[in-house]
């Protein structure tokens, strides 16, 4: 499979940044996004190029490092799934796709397309919270929950902590969250 590639270049933080076109060719139906990321790096080292920087732990899925917008959605179109998980099967061959980091104050750009994770992380280490009371819990048993509403919540609690609400929220308030509690954390350091 052969690809057109708008990916987002950025030198550092303080360095304004820009789309840079590349080429995919080759590129086998069964890889991931990530491995088809490392066949374009390979590629630009051959050429003494500097490769792309962008941020991969496990690879399985589980760790959430993997903090891409793929075609203007965070990890790429499909449901529940990481940008490792997203393979290059779901697109055509020739498709044109556009790459960048998560957009969020709360994930400054460090290079190309790894962002700092920090803030989001510390809220995630803390426990995160909200200051509005809800009271206290009701008993487990005390309201019967039919069978196909307990397995969505138990999905949505599977949360991996990969930071995909803040970079898609449309109202910002994830961004705002994060950010607020990045600025508290900060101001504690001091």
Known sequence: MNFALKIWRQKNSQTPGSFVDYKADNIPAEASFLEMLDIVNEELVLRNEEPIAFDSDCREGICGMCSLVINGVPHGTGKAKTTCQLYMRRFKSGDTIWIEPFRARAFPVIKDLAV????????????????????????????????????????????????????????????????????????IEK
Request: proline letters at 7%.
């Open 116 to 187: 700092d994770r920090n803030a989001f992380d510390r809220i995630i280490e803390g426990g995160g919270y909200i200051s509005a009371r809800a009271g206290s819990a009701p008993d487990a048993n005390s309201l019967p929950v039919p069978k196909p509403d307990a397995d969505l919540s138990m999905e949505a609690a599977a949360c991996i902590g990969c930071g995909a609400c803040v970079a898609a929220c449309p109202n910002s308030s994830a961004m705002l969250f994060v950010a607020a509690k990045e600025e508290r954390n900060k101001k």
